[in-house]
T-cell receptor
């Protein structure tokens, strides 16, 4: 159980275009999903926390108008990189949170490799 | 602030035990120690977590010192597929802050044939 998928697994786009990445929890309902970004040879950096039916909470330095997050259902969250530029090229990873007893555990998707030309 | 300190890299011979240390000297009483690993170009994978007792599952063992200021993740018989970056993370088990995971730089474990 606790499987999280992402689509697409990799995408190449031209500078100035927008790209949408989907994150799905396949076998559980996730009230909270998280979006991370990872640059080469760096650690994961949290971008935003997404709660179903409400606005996402963005980390400091992450532009909410550039990285649009929608969490319309308990099994799907989307991240749209608007007007992408080469510096947005990165590995984007989502996670979905599921209660485990009194705690909340995160289960990660396989990631999406974005390359902006 | 990842609140943990890990060696940058380690090597381990295939078939031998891999012992990965982590220092978390400022850990609070309600914080657990979690271990995740990330194989190249994949999402992180949960390994194990513990509070103060040693823990074991099918993947690994976690040894936490009595003062809880450090811990060691043990992979008993490392294989080539265990080559990955291993992250040690402390976080509250519940309540405020329990949702988020703060990743440090981790330890890159290379299992050598």
């Amino acid at each position: 159980g606790a499987v999280v998928s992402q689509h697409p697994s990799r995408v190449i786009c031209k500078s100035g275009t927008s790209v949408k990445i989907e994150c799905r929890s396949l076998d559980f309902q996730a009230t909270t999903m998280f979006w991370y970004r990872q640059f080469p040879k760096k650690s994961l950096m949290l971008m935003a926390t997404s709660n179903e039916g409400s606005k996402a909470t963005y980390e400091q330095g992450v532009e909410k108008d550039k990285f649009l997050i929608n969490h319309a259902s308990l099994t799907l969250s989307t991240l749209t990189v608007t007007s992408a530029h080469p510096e947005d090229s990165s590995f984007y990873i989502c996670s979905a949170s599921q209660p485990q007893g009194a705690s909340w555990e995160q289960f990660f998707g396989p990631g999406t490799r974005l390359t902006v030309l | 602030d990842a609140k943990t300190t890990q060696p940058t890299s380690m090597d381990c011979a295939e078939g031998r035990a891999a012992n990965l240390p982590c220092n978390h000297s400022t850990i609070s009483g309600n914080e657990y120690v979690y271990w995740y690993r990330q194989i190249h170009s994949q999402g992180p994978q949960y390994i194990i977590h513990g509070l103060k007792n040693n823990e074991t599952n099918e993947m690994a063992s976690l040894i936490i010192t009595e003062d809880r200021k450090s811990s060691t993740l043990i992979l008993p018989h490392a294989t080539l597929r265990d080559t990955a970056v291993y992250y040690c993370i402390v976080r509250p088990y519940s309540g405020a802050g329990s949702y988020q995971l703060t990743f440090g730089k981790g330890t890159k474990l290379s299992v050598i044939p």
